[in-house]
């Protein structure tokens, strides 16, 4: 079972930026699309991005679109969502894993705290 490791969270001013990191065990994330989702107090888990692991292009959700870029470290089996120009309402934890149906993900782990204020 991929055991994944979210890191990269902290506190930061808006209009700041943040690189997270998400980093496996007991498989390759290479292997599969992978995707970045969030979770702000009181609200469901929202898709972030994604990232193909066959040609690498990369999906964008409205609300990140322009401001936060996803990509691929193989060599350290990483995958990375850089955050600029954030903003207090990306505000979450963030996660990553399998971007497939729920069923296919893996167990969650354990997330990186994003704050964003003054």
């Known amino acids: 079972q991929v055991q994944l490791v979210e890191s990269g969270g902290g506190l930061v001013q808006p209009g700041g930026s943040l690189r997270l990191s998400c980093t496996a065990s007991?498989?390759?994330?290479?292997?599969?699309?992978i995707g970045w989702y969030r979770q702000a107090p009181g609200k469901e888990r929202e898709g972030v991005s994604c990232?193909?692991?066959?040609?690498?292009?990369?999906y964008y959700e409205d609300y990140v679109e322009g401001r936060f870029t996803v990509s691929r470290d193989n060599a350290k089996n990483s995958v990375s969502l850089q955050m600029n120009s954030l903003k207090p309402e990306d505000t979450a934890v963030y996660y990553c894993?399998?971007?497939?149906?729920?069923?296919?993900?893996?167990?969650w782990g354990q997330g990186t705290q994003v704050t964003v204020s003054s």
């Open positions: 894993n399998r971007n497939s149906g729920p069923s296919y993900r893996w167990a």
């Open positions: 007991g498989g390759r994330l290479d292997d599969y699309n």
């Open positions: 990232i193909n692991n066959s040609d690498g292009s990369a």
